[in-house]
């Protein structure tokens, strides 16, 4: 088990940027696969994006171009940075390790 505690959420207008943490309390190089999911009100929870121990990434449709996840193994740390942010990215945002393991989240609000 690992504990996840993200950060970085915030209000910010349309086209704007943040980048999202997620601090695991145990080295992430040892973790299958890290990812971020997103719950919007009244919608399901969904991938947003995932990467693997072997540096393979995934995103899903509608943030490709726009966001980017990475992460930095001496600081046990994994992000996600968010660019060009459209209203349709509002949403709690959600740090996951090989699927079991949750986050608190963060709260994102895209609007003007």
């Known amino acids: 088990q690992v504990q996840l505690v993200e950060s970085g959420g915030g209000l910010v207008q349309p086209g704007g940027s943040l980048r999202l943490s997620c601090a695991a309390s145990r080295s992430i190089s040892s973790i299958y696969i890290m990812g971020w999911y997103r719950q919007a009100p009244g919608k399901q929870r969904e991938l947003v994006a995932h990467?693997?121990?072997?540096?393979?990434?995934y995103y899903t449709d509608s943030v490709k171009g726009r966001f980017t996840i990475s992460r930095d193994n001496a600081k046990n740390t994994v992000y996600l940075q968010m660019n060009s942010l459209e209203p349709e990215d509002t949403a709690v945002y959600y740090c996951?390790?090989?699927?079991?393991?949750w986050g608190q989240g963060t709260q994102v609000t895209v609007s003007s």
């Open positions: 996951t390790a090989n699927g079991g393991d």
């Open positions: 990467i693997r121990s072997s540096g393979t990434t």
